[in-house]
């Protein structure tokens, strides 16, 4: 018995792209031959093979390894209509502020939530204005 991972509550159950359709294409987007994926993660061809065309699932460890090669998420291989996001986050001055944020008060992030809407808003007009200027 196989069960294909993919969930989307919003499908009652279908899947718009299997996970075995997703890591196909995902690969192939790299330019990878099963056997290249397959060397990444420590697997055999047939695996990667199997995998692709749903006769077996892989388990979570193995989903780690394929997220991590492909470079995406393990929510955008396993749930539909998941944003792409890379495996790990970068490292970045952002990012290092935004763990904190939970610490704010719900005033202060009130504010900081505006102050940035402010700052994008202020970024989207200059670039509008530089495209038709």
């Known amino acids: ?3 294909e991972w993919a969930w989307n509550p919003d499908h009652d ?4 792209m299997p996970l075995g359709d997703r890591i196909r294409e995902l690969r ?3 330019g ?3 056997g290249d994926l397959a060397a990444k993660i420590g697997a055999d061809t047939g695996q990667i093979s199997r995998y692709e065309t749903a006769k077996m699932t892989p ?15 393990c929510d955008y291989l396993l749930v539909d209509d998941a944003p792409r996001r890379a495996f790990r986050a970068p490292d970045t001055i952002l990012g290092d502020r935004l763990t904190g944020l939970d610490e704010l008060t719900d005033e202060d992030r009130h504010a900081l939530l505006h102050m940035l809407d ?3 808003a202020k970024n989207r007009v200059r670039n509008a204005l ?3 200027g």
């Open 118 to 120: 402010a700052l994008l």
């Open 32 to 34: 990878w031959s099963q």
């Open 28 to 30: 192939k987007e790299h």
């Open 59 to 73: 388990g979570a460890d193995a989903v780690v390894k394929i997220a991590e090669a492909l470079d995406v998420s």
């Open 130 to 132: 530089r495209e038709t």
């Open 13 to 16: 159950g279908a899947h718009d």
């Open 1 to 3: 018995m196989t069960t």
